[in-house]
């Protein structure tokens, strides 16, 4: 069975996608070999999220789940352009929780490279953003995300420079008749009559 | 030799002395004539005596005098030249020392360029500028004294971060703090005006050019610091909404909301009191930037680690000034006669526009970096704030902004007519429309959303040049039957009219580069070993071989790369290195950038790794498209306000020419 692995994972990992690849591998085999092709990502295991580690599968699930992987055709791993695309965008969100102020898009430190293949893996698994947001939050708190939660303790956060700039247009436009009015229209009815006998007067 | 030393900090300790006589004479002259007019003195002496110790600790550095503890501290005997200079402001004390020297110098300024201003106003806004120099002089000389000894002579220094050891962070923090100090002109007139009651349109007129100054240097120190952070810190951006990057950001904004309002006080006598306001505001932001900086509040890379103890002197600074010039605002801003009036349809509305929607961007920003720390040190809440949030919330603010600029620079002052407006810019706007809908042809972005930021940036970019340059054609009466003329009528267009359109292209040029990078950035990052390549678009990337160099006081490891564009012919042969700098044991990688003419291609190589089938190095490679016009469209901005201050009318010692005349 390992023989099996070790020809279906590099398969897999010379994909533009080894972490997935890679994830998976230590789910199956302790010593799989990991390191694909070339893939964007060759460090070292993950460190797994303890939270959302799935419990180790048994004998019997083994089988079954080798039967899948081997079904499934090899390029099920890889990321479509699309996938790709959300998890850089998602990269740009998180932040890289032993760096300094840098998202794990930007930094090159090992536990930003484990969060980056985390993410990816969650995304070949069908997770929506909303989920993997979710999910990490729940594991590292509301530091994680540069993005943060519109929430009621973010209101002010969110809604201030908006309403500054709604409240002063507003204003803008209320005060706007007023400099009409003493601007241009400055006369009232008895200055418009006192004139025009004025005008008068003089003809 | 070494008594120079005693030298410059004896001179440290008569700035801080001239600079409290500038300030108690003013007060005791109540703020004209008689011993009041010492004030000036003051000024020119303090100036002086601060530049002397200013002068005596590069020397001391350029001597690599280690009996001086921050010479001790940031420098080393093996340091080139330009980087021991630039290790005197590479330091919390010896940037402190910049910060005076450069404040000090621009109160002297006041006395030798105001002599024309009325002296009430100009001897209390010198009074105010001595007690801003006494503040953090003082602050300077008791809690950070760039100039103090060791008592034993070390042989060796410890040397500077070697990621500050660089030419663009050489200038960096000269250029942010004439810009940051600059402001402090601005605070002191608007304090002095607010004593004497009197606001009028000569006031901005004098206080326009110090602002253009400052903003201009401003804009040029935030440029020099993103451009070190895109090449020096290899991660390939250049704008990480850091907070320390906020810290600089936020007085720029507050200078350039200064900088359109003054216009329409001195051209229209309105918006006094806002004028006046925002004077305060963006000098509190240069302050507050130095306060974050250095209270160890934030981390960061641009941070300086330095205790809390000078973090609380700095806030006790921060809130006397500020509280003082904001309280007095309250008290007499109310006095302030309102000015011209304005149709709903004018310049000024448009400006107003301006102002408002450039202050709830800067709201933005300041909320952005303040509420992680409010949050933590209220409800001990840890949170982040980052790049999405802004480009969520400063951004549509900023491109509504945008929008308008050209519409504004079409109109006429007191009241214009829209609708001929909005005819003269159809073509410009609709030439805009064209090319980015040509530019994002061939973009096809992860959602719908994306693509349709990347169209709505190239269009604001395109408008700002277009429409801009439609101003240009209007001030010349441009007609297609009469080029030459028009061309002609070129040289008769005053600087400051160049100065403007420098600085609308500029930002449009700007916005082009930041939309074009923000979004079709590409990046791949993989372990290579010798041999290995990596493709990237349609770039092609090959490691061929290691090269060994010592330089002057590192040694480097680089790599050499051969680059293929899609055709399959070789570019160019990036050298990234990694730097290792014996004198602080630490190691720095140095990006190697291919320049093409708009976009770069920017390799830069990690530690090695031992792997299975021998060393391979992390490397990043990206591909950024029109990242030039990033640092290119700032430069021009500053140009333009560079410009505008060469105008005869601008000029800062005019206001002499005009009271004689």
């Known amino acids: 069975m390992k023989r099996l692995l070790s020809r279906t994972f590099p398969l897999v990992g010379s994909g ?44 019997g699930e083994y089988k079954v789940l080798l039967l899948i992987c081997l079904l499934l055709p090899c390029h099920a791993f890889a990321a479509t352009p699309r996938e790709e695309a959300r998890a850089r965008q998602l990269f740009t969100e998180v932040r890289c ?29 069908g997770k929506s953003d909303a989920q993997i947001r979710k999910a990490l939050l729940a594991h590292y708190g509301d530091y994680v995300l540069f993005r943060p939660r519109f929430s009621l303790s973010n209101l002010l956060l969110w809604l201030t420079p908006p309403l500054i700039a709604l409240a002063g247009g507003g204003w803008l436009w209320a005060t706007r008749r007023k400099s009409v009015e003493s601007d241009v229209c400055a006369l009232s009815a008895e200055e418009e009559k006192k004139l025009h006998d004025l005008l008068k007067k003089r003809d | ?88 402001w590479g330091s919390h004390e010896g940037s402190m020392l910049l910060w005076c020297t450069i404040l000090l110098v621009y109160g002297a300024l006041i006395t030798l360029r105001g002599q024309a201003l009325p002296e009430g106003l100009r001897l209390k806004a010198l009074g105010v500028q001595g007690g801003l120099g006494a503040a953090f002089v003082g602050f300077t000389l008791f809690s950070s004294n760039p100039l103090a000894r060791l008592a034993e002579v070390p042989l060796q220094g410890q040397s500077l971060n070697p990621a500050l050891q660089d030419p663009a962070l050489a200038f960096h923090p000269p250029m942010l703090y004439l810009g940051y100090v600059g402001m402090s002109v601005v605070f002191s007139f608007a304090v002095a005006a607010l004593i004497e009651g009197r606001l009028d349109r000569a006031w901005a007129r004098w206080v326009r050019p110090w602002v253009l100054l400052a903003w201009s240097c401003l804009t040029i120190g935030i440029t020099l610091g993103a451009f070190w952070a895109y090449y020096e810190l290899g991660w390939g951006g250049w704008w990480a909404w850091d ?32 004028t006046v306001f925002l004077g305060l505001l963006a000098f509190t932001f240069s302050m507050m930037g130095a306060f974050l900086v250095r209270s160890g509040l934030l981390t960061s890379v641009h941070a300086f680690a330095v205790d809390p103890q000078r973090g609380i002197l700095l806030a006790a600074i921060l809130l006397l000034t500020a509280g003082g010039g904001f309280a007095l605002f309250a008290l007499r801003a109310p006095a302030l006669a309102p000015g011209g009036l ?70 006429a002052w007191k009241r214009a007519d829209l609708k001929g407006v909005l005819q003269r810019l159809a073509a410009a706007f609709a030439v805009a429309v064209l090319a980015a809908a040509a530019g994002s042809l061939f973009y096809r972005g992860a959602t719908f959303l994306g693509e349709a930021e990347y169209l709505i940036g190239l269009i604001v970019g ?25 061309l002609r009528r070129l040289t008769g267009v005053p600087l400051a009219t160049w100065g403007m359109v420098l600085a609308h292209v500029g930002l449009g040029v700007f916005v082009l580069g930041a939309v074009v990078e923000g979004h079709q950035k590409l990046s791949v990052m993989q372990g290579m070993a010798i041999g290995d390549s990596v493709r990237l678009g349609s770039y092609e990337l090959r490691f061929q071989s290691l090269y060994q160099k010592s330089g002057a006081n590192y040694d480097a490891q680089g790599g050499v790369f051969e680059l293929k564009d899609g055709r399959g012919k070789v570019i160019c042969r990036p050298k990234p290195q990694r730097r290792f700098y014996p004198a602080s044991n630490q190691v720095q990688s140095k990006v190697a950038l291919c320049f093409t003419p708009l976009d770069d291609l920017y390799v830069v190589m990690a530690e090695p790794q031992m792997a299975e089938a021998g060393m391979t ?31 005869r009318r601008l000029r800062l010692g005019i206001v002499r020419k005009a009271a004689k005349g």
């Open chain 2, 617 to 647: 190095w992390q490397v990043r490679f990206f591909y950024n498209p029109w990242v030039r016009l990033i640092f290119f469209g700032p430069l021009l901005m500053a140009l333009g306000g560079a410009l505008s201050l060469c105008d």
């Open chain 1, 16 to 59: 533009p996608l080894v972490g997935s690849g890679a994830r998976k591998s230590i789910a199956f085999a302790s010593h799989g070999t990991m390191r694909g092709g070339g893939g964007l990502e060759t460090g070292p295991p993950p460190s797994r999220r303890k939270s959302v580690a799935p419990p180790p599968p048994q004998a």
């Open chain 2, 462 to 486: 395109f408008w700002l040049i277009f429409g801009t340059v439609r101003t240009l054609m209007q001030a010349v009466d441009f007609r297609l039957n009469a080029v030459g003329t028009a």
């Open chain 1, 97 to 125: 929780v032993q760096c300094q102020s840098e998202s794990i898009a930007d930094s090159d430190a090992r536990i930003a490279g484990d969060m980056r293949r985390e993410i990816r893996a969650d995304i070949a698994d």
């Open chain 2, 342 to 411: 304005f149709a709903t349809v004018s310049r000024e509305t448009t400006l107003v526009l301006n102002n408002l929607l450039i202050s709830a961007a800067l709201c933005a920003v300041f909320l952005g970096t303040l509420y992680p720390i409010l949050m933590q040190a209220l409800f001990d809440k840890t949170m982040s704030v980052g790049a999405p949030y802004y480009l969520l919330v400063f951004c549509p603010i900023m491109v509504a902004a945008l929008l308008l600029v050209p519409l504004s620079t079409l109109m």
């Open chain 2, 1 to 88: 030799m070494t008594h120079i030393n005693e030298i410059g900090a004896y001179c440290l300790v008569l700035a801080f002395c001239f600079s409290l006589a500038q300030a108690v004479f003013v007060v005791l002259g109540k703020g004209r004539g008689g011993i009041a007019r010492y004030a000036e003195g003051a000024s020119l002496a303090g100036a002086v005596s601060i530049v002397i110790a200013f002068a005596i600790l590069i020397l001391a550095f350029i001597r690599s005098d280690f009996s001086v503890v921050n010479v001790y501290e940031y420098s080393h005997t093996d340091k080139p030249l330009l980087y021991k200079i630039s290790g005197a």
């Open chain 2, 243 to 274: 907070p320390v990057e906020n810290a600089s950001f936020m007085p720029w904004l507050a200078a350039t909301a200064l900088l359109h309002s003054a216009i329409v006080m001195e051209k229209r006598d309105s918006l006094k009191a806002w």
